[in-house]
C-alpha cells in the first residue's frame, strides 16, 4: 500500500513561489508514474503535471512554463515548483502515483492519492 503526504502549500501573493512535496512511502518509488492535481471550489479536478519512471514529463497548457516537477528517488519525493502564481492557480493540490510508466494526464489511471495541501494565491 503506498502512502502520500503533500506538504508546502500557503498563501502567496500573485506573481510569488511555492514548492509543493510529495513524500511517498510503501512502494519501489522509482518505478511509480507521479503527478499533480489540483481543484479549485466549485470546478472538476484537473491534471497539472506528471512525471514518469523514466522521468519524461508533461505539463498542462495553463502552467507549462511556469510549474516544473521533478523527483528525488533517493528521498521517495516528487516536487512541484511553481512560480509566478496566478489568482486562478488557487486549489486544493493532489499528489497521485500509478506503479509503470502511463500517460497518466487522467485521474483515473491512479491508484493512490494524497490528502491534499491548500495553494492560495492573493492578487
Known amino acids: 500500500q503506498v502512502q502520500l503526504v503533500e506538504s508546502g502549500g500557503g498563501l502567496v501573493q500573485a506573481g510569488g513561489s511555492l514548492r509543493l512535496s510529495c513524500a511517498a512511502s510503501g512502494g519501489t518509488f522509482s518505478s511509480y508514474t507521479m503527478a499533480w492535481f489540483r481543484q479549485a471550489p466549485g470546478k472538476e479536478r484537473e491534471f497539472v503535471t506528471v512525471i514518469r519512471p523514466s522521468r519524461t514529463t508533461r505539463y498542462a497548457d495553463s502552467v507549462k512554463g511556469r510549474f516544473t516537477i521533478f523527483r528525488d528517488n533517493v528521498k521517495n519525493t516528487v516536487y512541484l515548483q511553481m512560480n509566478n502564481l496566478k489568482p486562478e492557480d488557487t486549489a486544493v493540490y493532489y ?23 491548500q495553494v492560495t494565491v492573493s492578487s
Not at 499528489?95 to 487522467?106: H, L, N, P
Open 95 to 117: 499528489c497521485a502515483s500509478k506503479y509503470g510508466e502511463v500517460v497518466g494526464t487522467e485521474g483515473r489511471q491512479y491508484d493512490y492519492w494524497g490528502q491534499g495541501t
